[in-house]
């Protein structure tokens, strides 16, 4: 059976391809990361959830606290940094919610990973909304580079895929439909606080991705949704 590794953050991009690489017959080595992420909790909990949900066995979380300490820059790592509101950041090239090189970091030790236990794929959960919001790191041309550095081992070649690269919120919704993923074991949101707070980026593009999609997000928001306005289906 081929293998791959697959990062599982517990948002709706990486369950998904979680999902998609069960159904394309792949022996699934599932990997987290702690990287000191402010909504490391509620991620963490979805990630495992989905994990043992679908293969029936536990994600390896790996310990990247470090990460906190050396990473001042973003919001997601600093707690001295509000995350950032959809409404305050139109526009800006790259916001405060971006966390230096964590993609690339996070990649470079799956495949790694990949390496030493013969799996030919790891996947990559980039979405185009991901560029489109500024990150670098989720565009076509990191995953084109990265793929070209990883191509100089002279012994084991392994592709980083991300066969959602190119996909809208709405397309990525509509085939986790497909594939039978629960979205309400699905975390988004940036704040790390009991209900998802429907105004940071992250959750505005998962919000407009479900009406987009024609679904009601299973998802408990702090503030109100007029979810009713747009005869979606629950789900």
């Known amino acids: 059976m081929k293998k791959c590794v697959v990062p599982v953050s517990g948002g709706i991009d990486s369950t998904v391809i979680l999902y998609l690489a069960l159904s394309e017959g792949y022996e699934v080595f599932p990997v987290s990361y ?3 992420q402010k909504h490391k909790e509620k991620e963490l909990l979805c990630a495992e959830r989905n994990v043992y949900r679908t293969t029936n066995q536990n994600t390896k979380v790996l310990d990247l606290r470090f990460f906190k300490d050396i990473v001042t ?3 997601l790592t600093n707690d001295d940094i509000d995350v950032a509101k959809t409404r305050d950041v139109l526009g800006d090239p790259q ?5 230096p090189n964590r993609n690339m970091m996070m990649l470079s030790i799956c495949t790694a990973y990949a390496e030493s236990i013969g799996a030919e ?32 081992n002279r012994r084991t070649h392994i ?8 996909k809208s919120k709405k397309d990525i919704i509509q085939m986790g439909m497909k ?8 975390w988004t949101c940036y704040e790390g606080k009991a209900q998802a707070c429907g105004e940071c980026t992250a959750c505005s593009s998962r919000i ?4 987009d999609a024609g679904y ?11 979810w009713s306005k747009f005869n979606l289906t629950e789900v």
């Open 95 to 99: 916001t405060v919610n971006y966390v």
């Open 121 to 152: 794929t790891v996947f990559h959960g980039a979405a185009l909304v991901d560029s489109q919001a500024g990150f670098w790191d989720g565009s076509k041309e990191f995953l084109d580079a990265i793929n070209k550095v990883n191509a100089l």
């Open 208 to 211: 407009q991705g479900f009406i």
């Open 159 to 166: 592709k980083i895929s991300a066969p959602l690269i190119l």
């Open 179 to 186: 594939l039978g993923v629960d979205f309400s074991l699905t």
């Open 34 to 36: 702690d990287y000191g």
């Open 73 to 75: 820059t973003s919001a």
């Open 216 to 226: 009601k997000d299973p998802v408990q928001y702090s503030r109100d949704i007029p």
